[in-house]
C-alpha cells in the first residue's frame, strides 16, 4: 500500500514539473497569452485573497485605533497636566495681585503724625465669635511691642496684645474687651470706642447736649498714651436713643495685611480705665 501511495505522489510531482516547463516555454514562445493568463487567474483570485486580508486589515485598523487611542489618552493626560499647572499658576496670580492691591491700599492710609510703620501679613485669625484677634508673622526680633497700633487698609483695625519672637497677637477694634479713646472730629467732643464682637463699634459716655449727626469721622485722641492721636478709625453710621454705632473704616474681619505703628510705648501701659474716663468727662 505504501508504495503506492509514494507513486502517486512522484507521479504528481513529475507531473507538475511537466507542466511548469510547458507553461515556462509557452510564454517564450508567446509572452501574450501568458499575460492574459495571469491576469485572468488574478481576477479569480482577487476576491478571495481580499476576503483573506479583511480580517487582517480589520485587525490592523484596530491596532492602529488603540494606538491612536493610547496617544491621544496621553496627550489628554499632558495637557491635563499643564492645565492643572496653568491653574495653579493662575491662582498664585490672582494671590499675589490681591496681595498687591491690599499692599497698595494699605500705602494710602493717611495719619496726620509721623510714624514708622512694620507692615505685616495675617497668618491666622480666631475664628471664634467670642473672641476677635488675629495673629500676624512678626515679633519682638522685628520691634514689635506690646499695646502697638495697628492699621489696616483704610484705618486703625487694633492694638498689639501679645507679643513673641517671630509673632503677635492682634486685639482687633471688634473685641469685646477693646476700648479706644477717641474724639470726634468737627466737635472736639471725646469718648470711648468700644467693641461687642460685632462689625459695628459702640461709643460710650457721650453727653446728653453733643451734637453729633451720622458720618462724623472718628479718629483717636490720643488719651492713655496706648494709641497715637489722629489715628483714622471710621464714621458715625446710626444714632438710635442713646445708641451711637460707628462703622470703621477698615474690613476688620477680612483683613490680610497690616501696618503696625512703631511708636515707643510702655509695653505695660493698657487702655484707659472706662470708669477713670467716666470720671474725667
Known amino acids: 500500500m505504501l508504495p503506492f501511495d509514494v507513486l502517486n505522489g512522484r507521479s504528481a510531482i513529475i507531473a507538475l514539473l511537466a507542466l511548469s516547463g510547458l507553461l515556462l516555454f509557452s510564454s517564450i514562445i508567446n509572452p501574450s497569452f501568458m499575460q492574459g493568463a495571469r491576469t485572468g487567474l488574478v481576477d479569480i483570485t482577487a476576491p478571495v485573497l481580499k476576503a483573506i486580508n479583511t480580517p487582517f486589515d480589520m485587525a490592523a485598523n484596530f491596532v492602529g485605533g488603540v494606538s491612536g487611542l493610547t496617544n491621544l489618552r496621553a496627550e489628554n493626560a499632558q495637557l491635563e497636566a499643564e492645565n492643572k499647572r496653568l491653574r495653579e499658576w493662575y491662582q498664585t496670580a490672582l494671590m499675589l495681585q490681591a496681595e498687591n492691591q491690599s499692599l497698595q491700599e494699605l ?158 510705648i510702655n509695653p505695660n501701659l493698657m487702655s484707659i480705665d472706662l470708669d477713670t474716663f467716666k470720671d474725667i468727662h
Open 107 to 264: 500705602l494710602n492710609v493717611k495719619v496726620d503724625a509721623p510714624h514708622k510703620y512694620i507692615t505685616a501679613k495675617v497668618i491666622a485669625d480666631s475664628g471664634n465669635s467670642f473672641v476677635k484677634t488675629v495673629l500676624v508673622g512678626v515679633g519682638q526680633i522685628d520691634g514689635v511691642q506690646k499695646n502697638q497700633a495697628v492699621l489696616g487698609e483704610e484705618g486703625l483695625i487694633g492694638r498689639v496684645i501679645e507679643v513673641g519672637k517671630t509673632s503677635s497677637r492682634i486685639m482687633l477694634l471688634t473685641d469685646l474687651n477693646s476700648r479706644v479713646p477717641i474724639i470726634l472730629e468737627g466737635t472736639r467732643q471725646k469718648a470711648m470706642l468700644t467693641g461687642s464682637n460685632a462689625p459695628l463699634l459702640d461709643l460710650k459716655y457721650i453727653p446728653d447736649d453733643s451734637a453729633i449727626t451720622t458720618g462724623i469721622r472718628v479718629v483717636t485722641s490720643g488719651d492713655g498714651g496706648v494709641f497715637p492721636s489722629g489715628l483714622p478709625i471710621g464714621r458715625v453710621s446710626s444714632i438710635e436713643n442713646k445708641s451711637i454705632k460707628v462703622k470703621p473704616f477698615a474690613d476688620i474681619n477680612h483683613v490680610s495685611n497690616v501696618r503696625i505703628v512703631n511708636t515707643s
